[in-house]
T-cell receptor, first 117, second 114 residues
Framework: DADVTQTPRNRITKTGKRIMLECSQT?????MYWYRQDPGLGLRLIYY???????NKGEISDGYSVSRQAQAKFSLSLESAIPNQTALYFC????????????????FGEGSRLTVL | AQKITQTQPGMFVQEKEAVTLDCTYD???????LFWYKQPSSGEMIFLIY??????QNATEGRYSLNFQKARKSANLVISASQLGDSAMYFC???????????FGTGTRLQVTL
């Protein structure tokens, strides 16, 4: 089983619908992140959380919200989906200090492909 | 603000040849880490290699090496002896301080040919 699991893996929805993407991890990491990937734009940070009581906006948080239900679970919601939110969404975790890194590497889920019609 | 630039949208390399993927970065923080990730067509993100700003030696991991030139703010990935399975999108990323909030470049698509 994957250490970082995202559900659903694929979703097609209509404009205006509420969508939730879920992420769970078994790595025991405190830090969790949501990124979106668009062709030609790389990965951009939506939200991140350093522990259950800590939620922070990333560079493109408008139109999104998150919930950190537990150390292992971090959900991303689109309250009213729009077509330009069509993208590949990644959840990631990290643990500061792994292998003595200045800043921790990210461990990614397999991605959730969302299409908004 | 920190920024990562990958100027090569696509690259071709013949099997068994070496290839260099370019990455330049910009940050005012003296403490930072540079990462390379591989994304095959299946979509998952695979960590390849890491270089810390205080590391004296260039990082190496098997066929991957990172050509770190601090004064030029570049962190190029070198893949030696390319294999067909190296065909993928490659992303350079940077994190500063202890935040682990990585900023990614736009990626380079590498195609390995026979």
């Amino acid at each position: 089983d994957a250490d970082v699991t995202q559900t659903p893996r694929n979703r097609i929805t209509k404009t205006g619908k509420r969508i939730m993407l879920e992420c769970s991890q078994t790595k025991g990491h405190d830090r969790m992140y949501w990124y979106r990937q668009d062709p030609g734009l790389g990965l951009r940070l939506i939200y991140y959380s350093f522990d259950v009581k800590d939620i922070n906006k990333g560079e493109i948080s408008d139109g999104y919200s998150v919930s950190r239900q537990a150390q292992a679970k971090f959900s991303l919601s689109l309250e009213s989906a729009i077509p330009n939110q069509t993208a590949l969404y990644f959840c990631a975790t990290s643990d500061l200090g792994d292998r003595g890194l200045v800043t921790g590497e990210l461990f990614f889920g397999e991605g959730s492909r969302l299409t908004v019609l | 603000a920190q920024k990562i630039t990958q100027t090569q949208p696509g690259m071709f390399v013949q099997e068994k040849e070496a290839v260099t993927l370019d990455c330049t970065y910009d940050t005012s923080d003296p403490s930072y880490g540079l990462f390379w990730y591989k994304q095959p067509s299946s979509g998952e993100m695979i960590f390849l290699i890491y270089q810390g700003s205080y590391d004296q030696q260039n990082a190496t991991e098997g066929r991957y090496s990172l050509n770190f030139q601090k004064a030029r703010k570049s962190a190029n990935l070198v893949i030696s002896a390319s294999q067909l399975g190296d065909s993928a999108m490659y992303f350079c990323a940077m994190g500063t301080g202890t935040a682990s909030k990585l900023t990614f470049g736009t990626g380079t698509r590498l195609q390995v040919t026979l």
